[in-house]
């Protein structure tokens, strides 16, 4: 049972364009979203995050936006450079004793961004 | 500040011996969680730690241990290693602060485990 999921395997994008990276949940318990940026021989690395509470954040070229009734957020680059081709990975959390300590994560989405 | 250390990098092991690997969180962090990420299952949460403590625990089998030391450095374990088993072993940290930043996890580079 995937609770997120990343439905696009891959995405190509030009220089200075936008990207925008999708993710899907299913759990209603899920209340923090985090964005994640993974380089290949490297350990993911933390872009973005949202609460349930907030429906966008921004971060420099980084907007995440999220859409609770549709149960769907959104990752947004602009503008898109050439050093931001990696794997993005979604992942969220939920509170209570049962979710300490685990992300769960969709499985991720390779960004191609070309000069 | 250090950021999440993993020891070691990359190992190669045969079926059925046992491997250990350490992870050393970013100082001030408390809690620390484990995940095999694999090309098929992708990054899946193993187990976290805190004070000492298991919280929490993946769907994972009893192969799969860890544990906690008091200066906040981890360690998990396999046993009986299959291939299967083979994979890059993740371990992250979190400040366990009030408020939402304690659901950010930091995470190590990875070590990669060949079982043969």
């Known amino acids: 049972d995937q609770q997120v999921k990343q439905n696009s395997p891959s995405l190509s994008v030009q220089e200075g364009r936008i990207s925008i990276l999708n993710c899907d949940y299913t759990?209603?318990?899920?209340?923090?979203f985090l964005w994640y940026k993974k380089y290949p021989a490297e350990g993911p690395t933390f872009l973005i995050s949202i609460s349930s509470i907030k429906d966008k954040n921004e971060d420099g070229r980084f907007t995440v936006f999220l859409n609770k009734s549709a149960k769907h957020l959104s990752l947004h680059i602009v503008p898109s450079q050439p050093g931001d081709s990696a794997v993005y990975f979604c992942a969220a959390s939920a509170s209570g004793g049962t979710s300490y300590g685990k992300l769960t994560f969709g499985q991720g989405t390779i960004l191609t961004v070309h000069p | 500040k250090a950021g999440v250390t993993q020891t070691p990098r990359y190992l190669i092991k045969t079926r059925g011996q046992q491997v250990t690997l350490s992870c050393s969180p970013i100082?001030?962090?408390?809690?620390v969680s484990w995940y095999q990420q694999t090309p098929g299952q992708g990054l899946q949460f193993l187990f976290e730690y805190f004070s000492e403590t298991q919280r929490n625990k993946g769907n994972f089998p009893g192969r799969f241990s860890g544990r906690q030391f008091s200066n906040s450095r981890s360690e998990m374990n396999v046993s009986t290693l299959e291939l299967g088993d083979s994979a890059l072993y993740l371990c992250?940290?979190?400040?366990?602060?009030?408020?939402?930043?304690?659901?950010?996890?930091?995470f190590g580079a990875g070590t990669r485990l060949s079982v043969l």
């Open positions: 992250a940290s979190s400040p366990e602060t009030g408020g939402l930043a304690k659901n950010i996890q930091y």
């Open positions: 759990n209603s318990m899920f209340d923090y």
């Open positions: 100082s001030g962090h408390r809690s």
